[in-house]
């Protein structure tokens, strides 16, 4: 697996990293193998039933692994640069672009 952005969260990471994984394979197999057999509404019913379940199997620890990367952006300055890329992209969607354009990459980049 992968390391975090920070040291001190990679371990917070695998954790949920490995729940999700779980998860996500025992929510796939399923509603591929029964899509065509059940109706939307069953379909939604599933869907809604393995929300969840994450919830309740992965909620907390990817609430501690997303802490840990905000304060790891924070402590690195990152939070603000992302903050500036969020706005402007905000920006462009409202102005009808649809992606973020070579003068906003030079803006981000300096």
């Not at 001190?8 to 399923?30: I, V």
């Not at 069953?42 to 909620?59: D, I, L, P, S, T």
Request: hydrophobic content about 30%; charged content about 30%.
């Amino acid at each position: 697996m992968a390391h975090s952005l920070s040291p001190e969260c990679t371990p917070l990471k695998h954790a949920y990293d490995s729940c999700f994984n779980s998860w996500f394979e025992g929510y796939l197999e399923p509603a591929i193998a029964n899509s065509q057999k059940l109706s939307e509404g069953q379909r939604n019913e599933y869907a809604k039933r393995k929300v969840e379940e994450f919830e309740q199997n992965c909620g907390a620890v990817w609430g501690k692994y997303k802490e840990c990367v905000q304060k790891a952006l924070k402590d690195r300055g990152l939070d603000e640069l992302l903050e500036q890329a969020r706005q402007d992209i905000s920006r462009r969607s409202t102005n009808g672009h649809s992606s973020v354009g070579v003068e906003s990459r030079q803006t981000l980049l300096g």
